[in-house]
């Protein structure tokens, strides 16, 4: 399967500031998603990333707190806004190979703001 | 909203009995995921199930989809330290790949 690279693994930031996290594939992928894990809890679908257009955001989520860019067909990025304590929490992507394949994930991005 | 309910939440066991974790909804899904994770990693695949009734096996992991599609087991035969982790069903409605998660079972075996 595909080797997907997250960069930084984690981050402690100040409440205000913004951090873009990326994901890198070693190969060309279908479809890329970004989740969300807070601290002891499961996975939220954040949004959809979308190659050479807006992301398709989920309910509760909007592009000005997590604006996503995918530029091709193995990269995108996620921004977290504004940042407050809320948002400490794990931030995933995950891709999709082709077809009726499953998704794989990415290790992970563990964020801490103060 | 699409809901999977998933139980256990927690469970911790002595190494060498048998568990089955439930995850359950009263919407259908095309296919179901379950994925274990550990500390510090991201959610691995573990198997995925298409069709109703299907029975996987992967080593002493056993899963199942049920007939309607709707819900979903795991059972672990003679669990090791090994097995420890969280385990996760993610379920796949729309044909879109979008995935719906449980809440997610934390494992411990305990030696």
């Known amino acids: 399967s595909a080797v997907i690279s997250q960069k930084p693994s984690r981050d402690i930031c100040q409440r205000g500031t913004s951090l873009t996290i990326q994901c890198q594939v070693d190969s060309q992928v279908t479809m890329m998603f970004w989740y969300r894990q807070q601290p002891g809890q499961s996975l939220t679908l954040i949004a959809t990333a979308n190659q050479g257009s807006e992301a398709t955001y989920e309910s509760g989520f909007v592009i000005d707190k997590f604006p996503i860019s995918r530029p091709n067909l193995t990269f995108s990025t996620l921004t977290v806004s504004n940042m407050s304590p809320e948002d400490s929490s794990i931030y995933l992507c995950s891709?999709?190979?082709?077809?009726n394949q499953p998704q794989h994930f990415g290790d992970g991005t563990r964020l801490s703001i103060l | 909203t699409q809901l999977l309910e998933q139980s256990p939440q927690f469970l911790s066991i002595q190494e060498g009995e048998n568990l089955t974790v439930y995850c359950n909804s009263s919407?259908?899904?095309?296919?179901l995921q379950w994925y274990r994770q550990e500390p510090g990693e991201g959610p691995v695949l573990l198997v995925t199930?298409?069709?109703?009734?299907e029975v996987k096996k992967l080593k002493r992991l056993t899963f199942q989809f049920g007939d309607a599609r709707k819900d979903s087991s795991l059972h672990i035969t003679a669990a090791q330290p090994g097995d420890t982790g969280l385990y996760l069903c993610a379920g796949d409605s729309q044909g879109a790949q979008k995935l719906v998660f449980g809440q997610g079972t934390r494992l411990t075996i305990n030696p």
């Open positions: 199930v298409v069709t109703g009734g």
């Open positions: 919407s259908v899904f095309s296919s």
